[in-house]
């Protein structure tokens, strides 16, 4: 059964989107390559190749993980939006064989060692179940969130979406963190970010803002990694 959406909620403005797409064809295509030469230039894209990242996220993560610690060895972590798995990759390097890593994502994603998989949109209460039956009671020291809606470019439809994903997300850390357990979570900065900053206050001792240099500077998405779950 679905979670509802602000999507399925607001059905008429996403019909709008999807035809503004289709009326820009050219336009897309040319901003396509023009994603494409960015995407290839970035210094990330070339250091996740050489290096075998699957994603230039990786390096997200490695800098949140330098400056706070996220990592200990033989933790469990869950990771949400992990496709193509970057941020998984290097969950499970750091966790190690006693950790679990427990990722899903609406996508599929090739198998990693160390890491469970399980494929599903996050909106549909099944996939919730499933994340929770694998866990069984197995309490979780660290939820992460990196997941982002297709976006629109329209503010309207896009903001409500992304922060509809990271208050699930939320809701999951709330049913499985241990106590002093952390969360940490990619949110857009636009309508409802405040609230949810006051809704992690209220339930972690501590939040920070990070912007992680591999996060492109235009780019509203910050990083909030909430500290001390008051469970
Ligand atoms: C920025 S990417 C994640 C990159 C990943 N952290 C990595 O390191 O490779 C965002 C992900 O969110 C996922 N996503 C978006 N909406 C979702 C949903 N409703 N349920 C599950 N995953 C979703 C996308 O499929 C996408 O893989």
Redesign the pocket.
């Known amino acids: 059964m679905a979670r509802s959406t602000p999507s399925s909620r607001d059905g008429a403005s996403g019909r709008r989107a999807a035809s503004a797409r289709r009326a820009g064809k050219g336009a897309a295509s040319k901003s396509s390559a023009g994603w494409l030469k960015e995407h290839f230039d970035d210094p990330y894209v070339q250091r996740s190749w050489q290096e075998g990242y699957?994603?230039r996220?990786?390096y997200k993560l490695l800098a949140l993980d330098e400056k706070d610690r996220l990592f200990r060895p033989g933790m469990t972590v869950i990771d949400l939006?992990?496709?193509?798995?970057?941020?998984s990759q290097v969950a499970a390097e750091k966790v190690g064989d006693e950790g679990l890593v427990l990722a899903?994502?609406?996508?599929e994603m090739d198998a990693l060692a160390g890491v469970e998989f399980i494929q599903g949109?996050?909106?549909e209460e099944a996939v919730l179940d499933a994340l929770l039956d694998t866990l069984g009671n197995r309490p979780v020291d660290l939820v992460m969130s990196?997941?982002?809606?297709n976006m629109s470019g329209m503010a309207a439809i896009d903001q409500p979406q992304a922060m509809y994903?990271v208050e699930l997300a939320l809701d999951l850390a709330q049913q499985t963190l241990a106590p002093e357990g952390r969360f940490l979570a990619k949110v857009f900065q636009g309508e409802g970010f405040d609230p949810f900053l006051k809704a992690l206050r209220e339930n972690f001792r501590r939040v920070v803002t990070r912007k992680p240099e591999a996060s492109r500077s235009r780019s509203r998405e910050v990083y909030l990694l909430a500290d001390g779950f008051r469970g």
């Open positions: 699957r994603s996220a990786s939006g992990a496709a193509p798995g970057g941020w899903s994502d609406i996508l949109d996050f909106t990196d997941m982002a809606p994903l």
